[in-house]
Structures are given as structure tokens and as C-alpha cells.
């Protein structure tokens, strides 16, 4: 029987809205929330409800040695559960049991201290860690040498960029050897050879025997990491079982409502990057009137892109990624790989992107949206921007279409125009 390193059971977190929890406020501070408190009886007003559950009633067991994924949208209630497990916070209600060492990357840097040197660093979190200085001085050269930071290892981190104070907390996590390792949106930040690197340290860690949590936007990522995943729902564990369910589960959820030729507001969806430029809708059409406009096996495809953007700018990198329902990348329609640069003006723009023939089975997928300029990080990365329905056009009982599995390339054009043109068409499409 395989022993659970980690075992959560009926657990909840509640915060109560509106209070002053501080506990170092001052004497005024408490006089005048108390008379605020005596002017809102005397009005007969009422104090809105104030209790916020961020968990509430999650249970689920990690085995030794495996790596479970957790996945759900913004707000659902993933940092709050590894800042549980990482005993930052306590629990309202239920139970937690770890057997082991803990180690928790839950953000970039977190437990640094910005005025040390990366050096003082590293020794001082395998010391909170529980290790010997003997332990860290054997696995020094390692960490250093993983992080890519040996030419600043003696400089205050204070002074690092984001992606050196990333590569420096991972590897200290990963490497301090904790029995368990709790890891939230690593991936987020970073180019994508470090990604590669992320994960396949991570995959190593299982290999040792030790335990990974992994929370993560990075479907495909979970998938490849992870046998099993568990999905949150507005503080819920709504699914748990084998990845590919799971993430198939969460990339039903939420998706908005498309139809061709009617732009689909991305506005108010969950994103990453600096937002220097950012998609705020999207058109599409096959251009065949027979289809209705929804895209066809081996027929072209073509998206309009409005893009805000904060000043002229250059794009060397655009991409509609098209995924299909257990998270794997299919299309990539990226300038970059076509050797297209796109000039953007301040304010709105039109970018159009037409692939010339949809390599697809019939079926339905998710669009995927990213704006970068070649430096790793990006300007926008939508997620599961909107559901797209490839069609087969061929009259029923003629035969099925034949087309390449997996992965395929596509060959597309690029251009951008000035959005007024399109102004008049503004029509978003319903969520």
C-alpha cells in the first residue's frame, strides 16, 4: 500500500471581508471603526455580509514519490491551498497531514531577502529549510549552476531581474531536497528552454522518490508532468482523477460563445504578460458561406486581431494557438516562424492572420492568444480565449476526411491596418 505524503481532508479557509485583522493597529485606529460601527446602528444601517469562503470542504491525497497537478481559473482557490500547506496561513475548518520536508516556490523570490547576496540567500533557505550548512555547501555548485546565475551569485538580489530571481528560487527549491515540493506558476515567468529545464527537474524530483504539487495555468505542462490532477472551483474541488479528464474538464468551463464574423470580446478574460500590448477582441471566418464561416478540414481559416497597444511598438511574435480538448498544442500560427514583423500604433490596431489550409479532424478546439516581442516574457497570453468548431464539408456518408494527426505546421500571411475600418462591424459576440 502506497503511503499518502500528503493528506487533506474537509478543508476550508474563511476571511471575513471589511474587518481590520491587523493586529498592531493603533488605539485611534480601534476608536474609529468602533464609532464608524455606532454611526451605522444609528442610521439602521446594516453591515453588508462580510464572510468569504476561499476553500471549503477540498479533500484528496497525494502519494509519495507522484506529482499531482491543480488547475482551475483565477480565483479559485489554488495559492490559497498551497499557502495552507506551506503553514503561511491556517485553516479554518478541516485537517492537513504531510510527512516530510517541505519546500514552496509560491512566487518569484518568495523568502529572499532582497538586501542579501544570492550566495547569503541560498544558505539562508536550506537553513529554514532544516538542513545543515554542510547539506547546502555539497549542492551549492549545483544550484548555481542550474540558476545560470554564477557571475551574480555574490550581488544582492535586490539588484536581479525577474527572470534571475525566478531560475535562482527554483533551483534552490528544487535542489535543498524536501521531501515535498510545492510549486505555483513557475512557468509563468521565463523563456522557454527554462520551462523545459523547470519541468524536467521537477520530473526528476518524482524520479527520486519525492513528492511534487504542481499549480499551473500550463495545461499541456500539467499533462506531461502530472498522472493526476485535481480541478478547484470557486474554492470547490469539482474533478479529480487522471490529468487528460481533468484538463478536459477545465477547458469546458467558462468558454465563451463564438460564431464567424462576429468579434468576441477577450477583454475581461484571465491573462499574463506586462500588458504593453494586449488583444481586446477577435474575428474569424472561413470565408465559405456553405460552413456558415466555421472553419473546415484542410480549408483556410482567417483571424482579425485587435490589438491595444500603449505606444508604437514592434511584435516579432503573434500567435493563434489552436489546442484541441486535452490541452495539446496543434497549430501555432506565429509570425515569428514566417519571418513576419508587425509594426503596431499607439491605440487600436487590426492584425490579420490567415492560414492558408486548417491541417484539423473535424471536432472542437481551443484558441489560445500571444503577443511578444522575442524576449521571453510577452505582452498578453490569453488562455482558452474561445472555442472554435472545425466542420467537416463533406456531405454526410461520402467519407471521412483525411488529415494529418498531432502537431502539424501551417503556412500563414500577416498584416496590420488601422482598426477604424473595422469600427462600424463592432458587434461583440454573447458570453
Request: one cysteine or more; a neutral charge.
Amino acid at each position: 500500500m502506497t503511503t499518502a505524503a500528503i493528506r487533506v481532508a474537509n478543508l476550508g479557509k474563511r476571511y471575513e471581508l471589511g474587518r481590520a485583522l491587523d493586529p498592531s493597529r493603533t488605539i485611534r485606529e480601534a476608536l474609529t471603526e468602533g464609532a464608524r460601527g455606532a454611526l451605522r446602528a444609528l442610521r439602521g444601517q446594516r453591515r453588508a455580509p462580510t464572510e468569504f469562503w476561499a476553500l471549503r470542504d477540498v479533500s484528496f491525497e497525494v502519494a509519495r514519490g507522484e506529482a499531482m497537478g491543480i488547475i482551475g481559473g483565477n480565483g479559485a482557490g489554488k495559492s490559497t491551498l498551497l499557502k495552507l500547506l506551506s503553514r503561511i496561513t491556517t485553516p479554518s475548518t478541516g485537517r492537513i497531514e504531510i510527512r516530510g520536508r517541505v519546500g514552496s516556490l509560491l512566487e518569484v523570490g518568495t523568502g529572499f531577502h532582497p538586501d542579501l547576496t544570492g550566495r547569503e540567500n541560498v544558505f539562508l533557505n536550506g537553513a529554514i529549510l532544516g538542513m545543515r550548512r554542510s547539506e547546502i555547501a555539497r549542492k551549492f555548485d549545483e544550484i548555481v549552476a542550474f540558476a545560470e546565475v554564477d557571475r551574480f551569485i555574490d550581488t544582492p538580489v535586490k539588484r536581479y531581474s525577474s527572470g534571475m530571481y525566478l531560475r535562482l528560487a527554483f533551483s534552490v527549491a528544487a535542489h535543498l531536497e524536501p521531501e515535498v515540493l510545492l510549486v505555483d506558476e513557475v512557468l509563468a515567468v521565463g523563456d522557454a528552454a527554462f520551462q523545459k529545464k523547470c519541468l524536467g527537474k521537477m520530473g526528476d524530483v518524482t524520479g527520486e522518490g519525492r513528492t511534487v504539487l504542481f499549480v499551473s495555468h500550463n495545461t499541456d505542462a500539467v499533462q506531461r508532468l502530472c498522472a493526476h490532477s485535481v480541478l478547484l472551483q470557486s474554492g470547490r474541488l469539482t474533478a479529480a482523477g487522471d490529468s487528460s479528464d481533468v484538463v478536459r474538464k477545465y477547458l469546458s468551463l467558462g468558454l465563451r460563445t463564438s460564431e464567424p464574423g462576429e468579434w468576441v470580446d477577450v477583454t475581461q478574460l484571465p491573462r499574463r504578460g506586462s500588458g504593453q500590448a494586449r488583444v481586446a477582441s477577435v474575428l474569424y471566418s472561413s470565408g465559405n458561406d456553405l460552413t456558415g464561416g466555421h472553419p473546415y478540414s484542410l480549408g483556410p481559416l482567417e483571424f482579425i486581431l485587435e490589438v491595444v497597444s500603449d505606444s508604437a511598438r514592434t511584435l516579432s511574435s503573434l500567435a493563434v494557438v489552436i489546442r484541441d480538448q486535452g490541452g495539446t498544442n496543434l497549430v501555432n500560427a506565429d509570425i515569428a516562424t514566417h519571418g513576419h514583423v508587425i509594426q503596431l500604433e499607439a491605440g487600436r490596431n487590426a492584425v490579420r492572420v490567415r492560414i492558408a489550409a486548417l491541417y484539423l479532424n473535424p471536432g472542437q478546439y481551443t484558441v489560445d492568444l500571444w503577443l511578444g516581442d522575442g524576449t521571453g516574457a510577452g505582452f498578453d497570453h490569453v488562455e482558452s480565449a474561445f472555442p472554435l468548431m472545425v466542420l467537416d464539408p463533406r456531405p454526410a456518408g461520402t467519407g471521412a476526411i483525411t488529415v494529418v494527426a498531432g502537431a502539424v505546421p501551417c503556412r500563414i500571411t500577416a498584416s496590420v491596418e488601422p482598426f477604424a475600418e473595422y469600427r462600424s462591424a463592432l458587434t461583440v459576440a454573447s458570453s
